[in-house]
């Protein structure tokens, strides 16, 4: 059974940090794209970084310099290192991991930034 737990939501200032973590199991981790999403209210969900088996990484352009996504597949891990961040990267945090057999979520994380 595929299950992904994510962790390290909460509520920060605007210019704050925070990190998010998900743990995966069930699944041959390693080989298996991560990534992370977010969706605000009355939003679609979107695409936020993104990591491959090869450590290649994708980040939306909302993020890119302030986002870093990095793995540990020895843990099982997928971390979002969130910096100098805004009022307007508050959402519902959501980790996907894709395999073969198609996407897995986990239940989400609340990050709150306030200005």
């Known amino acids: 059974q595929v299950q992904l737990v994510e962790s390290g939501g909460g509520l920060v200032q605007a210019g704050g940090s925070l990190r998010l973590s998900c743990a995966a199991s069930?699944?041959?981790?390693?080989?298996?794209?991560m990534s992370w999403y977010r969706q605000a209210p009355g939003k679609q969900r979107e695409l936020v970084a993104a990591i491959g088996s090869n450590g290649r990484t994708n980040y939306a352009d909302s993020v890119k310099g302030r986002f870093t996504i990095s793995r540990d597949n020895a843990k099982n891990t997928v971390y979002l290192q969130m910096t100098s961040l805004k009022p307007e990267d508050t959402a519902v945090y959501y980790c996907n991991e894709h395999d073969y057999r198609g996407d897995y979520w986990g239940q989400g994380t609340q990050v709150t930034v306030s200005s």
């Open positions: 069930g699944t041959i981790f390693s080989t298996n794209i």
